[in-house]
Structure formats: C-alpha cells, structure tokens
C-alpha cells in the first residue's frame, strides 16, 4: 500500500533557529512529490512540486528538496508567520490522486 | 484569479440528514478533487472528477456518498443519511493538469 510518512509530528524552533522536516514516501512510479502548508481552519497552500530525485526548489525561507526514497523541506531562519502544519503528498503513476502524510506542525516562537 | 471556493463553509446536519457541499474550481481548471480531513488524520482522497465524468472514486465509501461535476455549475459532494462518523473537514481541490489547488474547506458537523 502506497504510504507518505512525515516526521516530526511537531517541532518548536526558535526564530532564526533552522531546521528540516523529512518526508519519507513508498509509492510506484512517483510522478510528483508535493509540498503544501496549512494554517488552522484552512484549506492547504501550494508551495513546491518536485519531479526527481536530485531536484531541488525554493520559495523565501523555504527549500524543497527529493531523494528516490524521502524528501525535506528545509526552513532556513524561520519567522513566527512560518508557523502552521506543512504536509507531504506523492502521486503514484497511473493515477491523479495525492496520497497524504499526517504533516508536522512547526511553532516558531519570537 | 478567484481561488477555489466551497460553500457553505461550515455545516451542521443532524443524524439522517442529508448534506450537500459545493465547489467552484479555478478559473480555467478542469479536474475537480474533492478530500476529507478527519481529526488528527491526514488528508484523505475520495474522488476525481471532469466534466461530467467520474474519473477515480476508489476514496468513496460505497454507501451514502456521492459526487457529481455537471457540465454547468459547481461539483458536488452529496452525503446521505449522516452519521456522526461523517463529522469532518471537507476540501475540493482543482487542477488544470499537475498541482492541486485546495478550497477553504467545508467543516460538517453532525449532531
């Protein structure tokens, strides 16, 4: 059964203080790798697409990265409005569906 | 470019009820998703949909659920007789071919 599994379940950083969320997939034939980020109350946003392994993206503080196994998001001198839970989604080959981890929930403190 | 957009934005039904929750995908996007968020779960699929047509629905229950994207108008997710089991965050989702786009969410509550 395909499964995406993220970890940490939480994690508290300092403002300033970087870090990594890992994301580990099993699915057959990964034609994308997603990143969202949801805030509480609301539907998740769109932040990274990664195709194959060695493919690296970025957006602000944040920076997406894939292996043929995981991928990590790393947050580079977090701010407190990073705070929210970022989840990890993969499409398998052959079908449109994204298949979920639980997320990890980041609290940045000031 | 208005985002995806669901309404209603919460809901109560009580048991037996029937709800429905609607979705209006981008602009220009034809691929509709729709998923549920249990608590302390994560985001699960349910369905697929083009115009029309029901592409992928191995995410519904087989009893009391139902989706339809019809040639005009917004999709829809219909849920017969609720159970408190039911009791979620709804989200649609819609693409124009690759990313997904999420909507706000429904939350349905069932009393």
């Known amino acids: 059964e395909d499964q995406v599994t993220q970890s940490p379940e939480a994690l508290r950083l300092q403002e300033g203080e970087s870090s990594s969320l890992n994301c580990s997939y099993t699915?057959?034939?990964?034609?994308?790798l997603f990143w969202y980020r949801q805030d509480p109350g609301k539907g998740p946003e769109f932040l990274f697409t990664l195709y194959s392994a060695g493919e690296e993206k970025e957006k602000e503080r944040l920076k997406a990265t894939l292996t043929k196994k995981e991928s990590f998001l790393h947050i580079t001198a977090p701010k407190p409005e990073d705070s929210a839970t970022y989840l990890c989604a993969a499409k398998e080959g052959g079908s449109e569906k994204l298949v979920f981890g639980k997320g990890t929930k980041l609290t940045v403190n000031p | 470019n208005a985002g995806v957009m669901q309404n209603p934005r919460h809901l109560v039904r009580r048991r037996g009820q029937e709800a429905r929750l609607r979705c209006s995908p981008m602009?220009?996007?034809?691929?509709v998703y729709w998923y549920r968020q249990l608590p302390e779960e994560g985001l699960k699929f349910m369905v697929y949909l083009q115009k029309e047509n029901i592409i992928d629905e191995s995410g519904m229950p087989k009893e009391r659920f139902s989706a339809e994207f019809p040639k005009e108008g917004p999709s829809i997710l219909r849920i017969q007789q609720v159970v408190r089991g039911d009791s979620a965050a709804y989200f649609c989702a819609s693409s124009p071919g690759g990313e997904q786009y999420f909507g706000p969410g429904t939350r349905l509550t069932v009393t």
């Open positions: 699915v057959s034939g990964l034609r994308g």
């Open positions: 602009k220009g996007h034809s691929h």
